[in-house]
């Protein structure tokens, strides 16, 4: 978890949809490398283990969200430094039969609400020494599955504006990143893989480290592109699956 670095000291870090899984781990390493942390998740019961965290109950889509953080950003941090843009669902249908509504709502939360908050943010990173954007792709920022189409839709997007976001803010010293997690067991994935034992197989092997990932795994990876070590690092798209997709 970080170990005794204290990497973050006063770096002032926002993490979306902390309550559970890889954005949860994600603030509690941040936290213990000394960073001033803005938590926000829709369902907040999750956040209390955060100790020393500033809380937001929040929906990332709602149509003020991007506005009340960058607020609650301001009046509990004083600014910021660090974005990452967490806060995702997996859902999807065959096209076919996909609806209107599904299609919508997982855009609605894995692009446009990280458009909508990266937008809001600029203002406050120009000012920042070292500002950071770390957003959430997938190994599906690259591929697809059947009946995972808007999911992957969705992360081939956050590929795209990443890496425009990257050329736009170089200049200002800020970098923006994503990370491409694989099969990482959090409360997004845990009952599928509970519930289907050929699913989980199927991503066990497919990984050459022969096993599924831990959300530390995946803070890891987005702790180091929010730190200063990683300041040349900028458009990359991290994978951090295990060797899940160098498997013929
Ligand atoms: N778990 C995996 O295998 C995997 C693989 C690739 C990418 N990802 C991505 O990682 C990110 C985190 O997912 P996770 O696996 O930790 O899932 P998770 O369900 O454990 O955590 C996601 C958190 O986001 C919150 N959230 C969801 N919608 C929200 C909204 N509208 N407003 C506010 N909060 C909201 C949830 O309440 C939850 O606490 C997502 O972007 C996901 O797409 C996960």
Redesign the pocket.
């Known amino acids: 978890m970080g170990g005794a670095l204290r990497r973050f000291e006063d770096i002032r870090c926002l993490v979306?949809?902390?309550?559970?899984?890889?954005?949860?781990?994600t603030a509690a390493m941040l936290l213990a490398e000394g960073g001033r942390v803005l938590v926000?998740?829709?369902?907040p019961a999750?956040l209390e283990a955060l100790q020393g965290a500033a809380k937001l109950e929040?929906?990332?889509?709602?149509e003020d969200?991007a506005e009340r953080l960058m607020q609650a950003a301001q009046s509990e941090l004083g600014g910021l430094d660090v974005l990452v843009?967490?806060?995702?669902?997996?859902a999807g249908a065959p096209v076919e039969t996909l609806t209107d509504e599904l299609w919508r709502q997982v855009l609605?939360?894995?692009l446009d609400?990280v458009f909508r908050i990266s937008r809001a943010a600029i203002p406050l990173l120009k000012l920042s020494e070292r500002g950071r954007i770390v957003n959430?792709?997938?190994?599906?920022s690259t591929m697809s599955s059947p009946a995972m189409g808007v999911?992957a839709v969705?992360?081939h997007a956050v590929a795209a504006l990443t890496k425009t976001l990257a050329l736009e803010l170089g200049e200002y010293g800020i970098t923006a990143n994503y990370?491409?997690?694989?099969?990482?067991?959090?409360?997004?994935?845990?009952d599928a893989f509970d519930a289907d034992e050929n699913f989980r197989n199927f991503w066990v092997n497919k990984s050459a480290l022969r096993r599924?990932?831990q959300?530390e795994d995946?803070a890891n990876a987005i702790v180091f592109l929010a730190s200063e070590e990683a300041a040349f690092i900028t458009g990359h798209g991290l994978l951090v699956d295990g060797g899940a997709l160098q498997t013929p």
Not at 16 to 25: E, S
Not at 40 to 43: E, F, L, V
Not at 136 to 140: A, C, F, N, R, T
Not at 179 to 190: D, E, K, M, N, Y
């Open positions: 979306t949809g902390a309550a559970d899984g890889i954005g949860h781990a926000c998740d829709r369902n999750g929040l929906d990332v889509t709602a969200a843009n967490n806060a995702g669902i997996a609605d939360v894995n609400a959430i792709g997938s190994v599906m999911y969705s992360k990370v491409r997690p694989g099969a990482i067991v959090t409360g997004l994935s845990r599924l990932g959300p995946i």
